[in-house]
């Protein structure tokens, strides 16, 4: 079986979320979550739940904490579990079910498509 190629991987992510029309930061800090997507954080914001959702909300960025997300990856796996999660909450899907499906298929090596 091939190694993984993370590196490549996290490439490979970050240009579909550019597609979709995100840029990826991996500077943000935080004590809470490994990583953000938009509609994440507005459903956490609107619903009050889940933690301290404080300072300006993200609006065109998937954000990857920079004290959690330190080697390759955990950087794929997690910018793959926002990925997922901003699609299926996009599609309507409550915040605490996309994230239920994301955890199941961070860790997938099937590819992302780059349209759905």
Request: with cysteine; proline share 3%.
């Amino acid at each position: 079986m091939a190694k993984r190629d993370y590196k490549a991987e996290v490439k490979r992510l970050t240009d579909i979320a550019h597609k979709m029309g995100y840029r990826v930061v991996f500077n943000w800090s935080n004590g809470t979550w490994r990583g953000m997507n938009p509609e994440a954080s507005a459903w956490l914001r609107k619903h009050k739940e889940y933690g301290d959702m404080r300072g300006r909300p993200i609006t065109k960025a998937i954000t990857l904490n920079k004290h959690t997300e330190t080697n390759n990856k955990k950087r794929s796996q997690t910018l793959r579990h926002e990925l997922i999660e901003h699609r299926l909450m996009e599609k309507g899907m409550s915040y605490p079910t996309a994230h239920k499906h994301a955890c199941r298929l961070q860790s997938s090596t099937k590819p992302l498509r780059e349209k759905y």
